[in-house]
């Protein structure tokens, strides 16, 4: 599967963006899918998922509540909407695919990586 996430940028605190993943190459409705996140120096973290289906997501305890993981199988792509931004939501998004069945939070357990997208969150 390749993933090319898209939609970063900057953006004042209380604010929203909306980043998008679009995959090719595999059955996208067959990997669950997640969003990760990495702040300069410090290591990726989970964000959020959302199962092959769509029918169950899941967040970082940080983040719920204000994001919301979405998916479009017919067009093979995975959304998260990021409402009221804070600072330190700021690094750099990653979207990510794994085989693997139910909630997977942990990065070894995803197979398949976009390249990033940034998101600068002013305060």
């Known amino acids: 599967v390749q993933l090319q996430a898209f939609g970063g940028g900057l953006v004042q605190a209380g604010g929203s963006l909306r980043l998008s993943c679009a995959a090719s190459g595999r059955t996208f409705s067959n990997y669950g899918m997640g969003w990760f996140r990495q702040a300069p120096g410090k290591v990726r973290e989970f964000v959020a998922g959302i199962r092959a289906s769509g029918s169950s997501t899941y967040y970082a305890d940080s983040v719920r509540g204000r994001f919301t993981i979405s998916r479009d199988n017919a067009k093979s792509t995975v959304y998260l909407q990021m409402n009221s931004l804070k600072p330190e939501d700021t690094a750099v998004y990653y979207c990510?695919?794994?085989?693997?069945?139910?909630?997977?939070?942990?990065?070894?357990?995803?197979?398949?990586w976009g390249q990033g997208t940034l998101v600068t969150v002013s305060s």
């Open positions: 990510a695919a794994t085989r693997y069945v139910g909630a997977q939070t942990t990065t070894r357990l995803y197979d398949y």
